[in-house]
């Protein structure tokens, strides 16, 4: 089970935000993308799972084209933006719902009230999402990934608005992950001192 970029070059109008960008990431890796403001980091996890096109390059999961991904395949990837893309008229549960449905998967409504009371949502699952807090409508989005199947996680800014104690639950939930075998690609301007040892990528 493998990440794979190659020569990876890509651009915003006519700037050049970086070129050569190429590794490989197995089953059970942490990668760190690092940069400056404006450096490309969002550009290039947005690359990585398909929603934008490189200037050259390709990049493989599971052996194939990111751009020609069969069903299976797509399901095994998951991307949060540093945008929750929590709707504010639904509740927490109704959220993780109709997430899960835009991506052909299924849990129970037991493994949904599981997830948001892991994430420190208990007793929010029927509030609407315009009345929570930036940090309880992150840990709405970060839910997902308890009730996903998605062996790639591919994470951007995900400690935006978490205090100490949610920090402390999302680097758990990714060290039990990549433990199991999953992959995880993330950037953050803040500190991932509690993650396992990552690799980095630098795009200065």
């Not at 794979?4 to 990431?25: K, N, S």
């Not at 990111?66 to 639904?90: C, F, N, P, T």
């Not at 992150?138 to 800014?157: F, Y």
């Not at 939930?173 to 500190?191: F, N, P």
Request: proline letters at 3%; charged letters at 25%; glycine letters at 10%.
């Amino acid at each position: 089970m493998t990440l794979e970029a190659e020569r990876l070059a890509c651009r915003r109008g006519e700037l050049h935000l970086f070129e050569g960008v190429g590794f490989a990431l197995a089953a059970g890796e942490l990668l760190f993308v690092r940069g400056r403001n404006g450096s490309g980091k969002t550009t290039l996890l947005r690359t990585l799972c398909g929603l934008s096109e490189p200037a050259r390059g390709q990049v493989r999961w599971l052996g194939q084209d990111i751009r020609r991904l069969d069903e299976r395949a797509q399901r095994q990837m998951l991307y949060l933006g540093h945008q929750d893309a929590v709707k504010d008229e639904l509740t927490p549960l109704e959220n993780l719902q109709v997430h899960q449905g835009l991506r052909g998967e299924r849990s129970t409504l037991d493994e949904r009230l599981d997830a948001l009371e892991q994430a420190g949502l208990g007793g929010c699952e029927e509030i609407p999402a315009r009345y929570l807090s930036q940090g309880q409508r992150r840990r709405t989005a970060l839910a997902r990934l308890l009730i996903s199947p998605a062996a790639l996680w591919v994470l951007d800014e995900p400690l935006t608005a978490l205090d100490r104690r949610a920090v402390a639950w999302l680097f758990g939930r990714i060290a039990e992950h990549l433990r199991r075998g999953g992959l995880v690609v993330t950037t953050s301007h803040q500190s991932i001192d509690g993650l396992p040892e990552p690799r980095i990528l630098e795009l200065d």
